[in-house]
Nanobody, 127 residues
Framework: EVQVVESGGGLVQTGGSLRLSCAAS????????IGWFRQAPGKERESVSH??????????ADSVKGRFTISSDNAKDTVTVYLQMNSLKPEDTAVYYC??????????????????WGQGTQVTVSS
């Protein structure tokens, strides 16, 4: 059974840093892709970053490019993906979700590209 669990959210001041972790257990597929999305109150869930086992260049949305960095670490049955968030701004405040898929997708920036979702972790950046 695949489980996706996020951790690492919290409250930070503008300019601060946080590191989010996403552990996708039970992931024994040859191919995997994991993405980070975020949803602010009253807004649509948006793609932030993604990375895949094919080792293509990781993706970062323009709004976070140069400030956020995605990376991955593989163990036997678990893929762990980190999102290092630096120079945080109040507009980064949102619930951050991790999502995983074992199917090759063309974009990986859409919600329905992913089969498995975590419960979300709150990130709040105070001004």
């Amino acid at each position: 059974e695949v489980q996706v669990v996020e951790s690492g959210g919290g409250l930070v001041q503008t300019g601060g840093s946080l590191r989010l972790s996403c552990a996708a257990s039970g992931f024994t597929f040859d191919y995997w892709a994991i993405g980070w999305f975020r949803q602010a109150p009253g807004k649509e869930r948006e793609s932030v970053s993604h990375i895949s086992s094919s080792r293509n260049s990781p993706y970062h949305a323009d709004s976070v490019k140069g400030r956020f960095t995605i990376s991955s670490d593989n163990a036997k049955d678990t893929v762990t993906v980190y999102l290092q968030m630096n120079s945080l701004k109040p507009e980064d405040t949102a619930v951050y979700y991790c999502a995983a898929t074992a199917y090759v997708q063309s974009s990986l920036t859409k919600r329905n590209d992913y089969n498995y979702w975590g419960q979300g972790t709150q990130v709040t950046v105070s001004s």
